[in-house]
């Protein structure tokens, strides 16, 4: 008997990648957000919008990661499809002590990018850990969540 409440199991219940070759190409988005929290020493590097580093500028970094990340989902995550993706865009936003990342995936396809977003604003953050290390090891990765996503079955949007 399959388990109808997870895409990833076959008739078996065994893990099975999602077969989409009936399904129609649609325009898909997905934004994701993740949090880094950072401490004043750290934050005191903030100059003109980048914390510079002895390896380079963090946040420039942490989105070259993150895109190079986001193209690489397939290959990461099992059962996730490889996917090209027409997109994939971020803005890190400082507040606070906080540095929040969003990154947008895009494609033109049978299968969504939600992954691809969420995985690509999570290895923005962990660049940005690896990054500032060295300055502290009190940085804190509060959160990472799948914010919006277009096309496919249906949309959600997070309301919090």
């Known amino acids: 008997m ?3 409440k ?3 199991i076959d008739t078996s219940n065994n893990p099975a990648m ?3 070759s009936d399904k ?3 325009h898909r988005t997905a934004t994701a957000r993740s949090i880094v929290g950072l401490t ?3 934050m005191s590097g903030l100059e003109s919008g980048e914390i510079h580093s002895k ?3 963090v946040f420039q970094t942490a989105i070259i990661a993150g895109t190079m990340a986001a193209k690489k989902t397939g290959e990461l995550i099992p059962l996730c499809h490889p996917i090209g993706l027409d997109g994939c865009d971020f803005s890190i936003e400082v ?3 906080d540095v929040v990342i969003f990154c947008t995936a895009k494609i033109s396809a049978k299968t969504g990018v939600e992954m ?3 995985t690509g604003a999570s290895l923005a953050a962990l660049t940005i850990y690896d990054m500032c290390k060295a300055l502290s090891h009190n940085i804190v990765i509060k959160e990472t969540r799948l914010i919006e996503k277009t096309g496919g079955k249906k949309d959600f949007k997070y309301n919090g």
Do not use: R
């Open 95 to 97: 507040n606070g002590l």
């Open 55 to 57: 390896k380079g500028p």
């Open 116 to 118: 691809e977003a969420l």
């Open 2 to 4: 399959k388990n109808d």
């Open 24 to 26: 129609q190409v649609t």
């Open 6 to 8: 997870f895409s990833h």
């Open 18 to 20: 999602v077969n989409v």
């Open 40 to 42: 004043e020493e750290i």
